[in-house]
């Protein structure tokens, strides 16, 4: 049955959230900055519109294929096209390179470790759990797919 899988304990955008309040808070506490102004202002920024790019890009794709982003539902398709040929998970990607962005942008960089807490978390209890669901639901095809295309880049 292709709806018969384990929900992830968190949508990954509440994994990131939380892990960027943590780095904020941690930053108020105790300060790390790292970065230069020219890396602030030119890096930060340009990193936050890619990840943003890299979100829309992963809707426009799913939304195509008239399957569902939602990670807590079963996919009716097998997404492989667009930015979906270069990372299995461009929404979560986008989420981190995101994160990355505002970590270099406000000059923080708890929120560059935080963000990898955010991404080994959302692969452990997220990724492998959609992975799973994946494969039981298009066999070959997606193991196939697996084989030709990273899981994060």
């Known amino acids: 049955m292709p709806d018969a899988f384990r929900e992830p304990f968190a949508a ?17 506490v ?11 202002f030119t890096f930060g920024p340009g990193a936050i519109v890619g990840g943003v ?14 399957t569902t982003y939602d990670p807590f539902a079963a996919s ?3 997404v492989t096209s667009g930015i979906y040929r270069r990372t299995r ?9 995101i994160q990355l962005g505002l970590a270099i942008l ?3 960089f708890w929120i560059v470790l935080t963000c990898i807490v955010a991404v080994i978390v959302t692969t ?6 959609e992975e799973e669901k994946l494969f039981n639901a298009f066999g070959r095809d997606y193991a196939d797919y697996c084989g030709r295309v990273r899981r994060w880049i």
């Open 12 to 28: 990954p955008p509440t994994i990131f959230g939380v892990s960027l309040l943590a780095a904020i808070l941690m930053g108020l």
């Open 30 to 40: 105790i300060p790390w900055p790292v970065f230069p102004a020219l890396v602030q």
């Open 53 to 66: 790019i890299l979100i829309r890009q992963s809707m426009h794709e799913i939304g195509a294929a008239n």
């Open 76 to 78: 009716t398709a097998l």
């Open 89 to 97: 998970n461009p929404g979560y990607l986008g989420l981190a390179v």
């Open 106 to 108: 406000i000059n923080n």
């Open 124 to 129: 452990l209890f997220v990724i492998k759990l």
